[in-house]
């Protein structure tokens, strides 16, 4: 990941985590209050109306036990009494619709509004008869439409009850008592009997015609409770609820709440909150996105410049700040000129260099070309003067021969005579080493590869030294396994090496030693061996052996013979079968030779 984009990670992790968690809790805790606030004051709303219903109730039913105690109720005069019952009437406007006396008969003897009639079956008369207040259940009036409720009282006089007194009261000052409860623009409150009828609402409709106890709050009041809770209401809304139980009157009062409208307040907060919150957010990613390209962009360009430097491009990078990383970047800038200064100067040397190699190069070329002709040269010359040499030296041996095999010719001349071959035979020796080698050399040899038995080419090559062996009193031990496989090679340049190597082991193993020729067959080949138990040759010799007319020592060659070509020709044969030679040896102890041949 990108260091700026870690960098951001980094600042919303350390601020949004810690941000939201606060905003989160205060949120949680603020609804909370704000939840309990809105509970409480409709709970307060509910109680307090709840409590101004109950008195205002009370002042009614007070009204009557008065009127109904009052001397004028008694006496009966209709002047006095009209006059007595205005005064209640002025002073609470609207809400006595009717006061009237009745008989023990249930006979109306007098009405403030001049009604007359019987009322003996109706429950306020027969339970006030009985010397009890009563209040009615609500009802509407025919007249007004609006609730109403009867209260009535027993007149006594002397103790004894001489009729009842009625008021039939006009329930409309609630609706201004319950005006005072805050129930937002789609809330409702309503007064249930115990029974569950709305017996009062705003809506003067529902009055006396719905049955709602299925209601929590309406069940609940109607157990006689009071209380707050949050519920599905009759309409099938969700609601705060809040209900008051009149115990006096079996009246509930019930006021609900629209739940969104009521936690309208948390739900805002929480509105602003995550405004707030974005807002942050927002904030942070800004600063974090600023901050950020302002820690990156050096970083970054450090970066260029570094890829740069590795692409060979040593350009200064601009310093964008003092701090920690503008020094760098000026340390980075004073190397990278350095750096360039530098190369600008290695490049002169290296400039120098290449013209000095390239005119070196073309001498090398030049040498070498001259080198290949004189090789040419050489190599024509060598085949050209072994040709004309060994043409006449074979035509000297004849004649050599054949004088020698004369019968007649004197002893010492005789001996002049083999001398004459035996050193014409050297010389042809020696021509025919010198063209091998430089057909060789010249990588002319070309090798009649077959499959043959390496036994064969050693008792061949052993055959042709058998003789110098025994007068040297040498013995030669050939030891192959019998089952050794055949070989890949050319049998006569085979001969030619085992010939040499057999030699070289005659030559320079003293009397009464011996030499041992031995195979052994590996996975990827047969190594055959010759050992030897002569003189040996010196560490610090043993390498230049293989070299061209190289002799160990000088002296020993002229006791033993030979001219020091015989293992360079040995050694480019087998390099033409595709292995080498080695050597190994301790000075006094002898020496071993050994070769890999592919098998056939
Ligand atoms: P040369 O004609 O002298 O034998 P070679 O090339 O065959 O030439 O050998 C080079 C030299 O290596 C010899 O002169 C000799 O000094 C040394 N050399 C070769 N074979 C042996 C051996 N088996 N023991 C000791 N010295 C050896």
Known sequence: MRLRSELIIFFLIISVVPLSSVVYISYDFSKLAIRESVMSNLLGATDNTGNVIN???DARKDDIRVISQSRVTLTMQKEYFIEFLDTFEREHKGVYREFYTLDLDGNIIFSNIYRTGNERPETYFIEASKGKMYLSDVYKSNITGAPEIIITNPVRNNGKIIGVFAARISLENLYRIIENIDIGK?????????KGDIIFHENRSLILFNN???????REVTYEKNGINEYVNYKGENVLGSYYWLPLYRWGLIAEKNIDEAYAGALMLGKVMVEISMLAVIGVVFLALVVSGNITRPVKYLEDGAFGMLRGNFKQIPVTSRNEIGRLTEIFNSTASELLDIRKKLEAKIDVANKDLEKKNKELINANEELKKLDELKSDFLSLVSHELKTPL???????????????IAPDKKEILRIIVRNIDRQTRLI???LDLSKIEAGKTELKLDIISIREIADASHENIKQVALNKNISINIDFPDDLSQVMADRDKLIIVLNNLFENALKFTPEGGSIILSAKENVDGIEVMMKDTGIGIENEKLEKIFDKFYQVDSSSRRKTGGCGLGLSISSGIIRAHGSVIHVESEPGKGCTFSFKLKKG
């Open 55 to 57: 008195n205002w109730m």
């Open 212 to 218: 709602i106890n299925n209601n929590f709050a309406v």
């Open 394 to 408: 074979s035509s000297m041996k004849i004649s050599a021969e054949y004088l020698e095999s004369d019968p007649n």
């Open 186 to 194: 789609s809330g409702e409150v309503f007064i249930v009997n115990q």
């Open 432 to 434: 025919n080493d010198i």
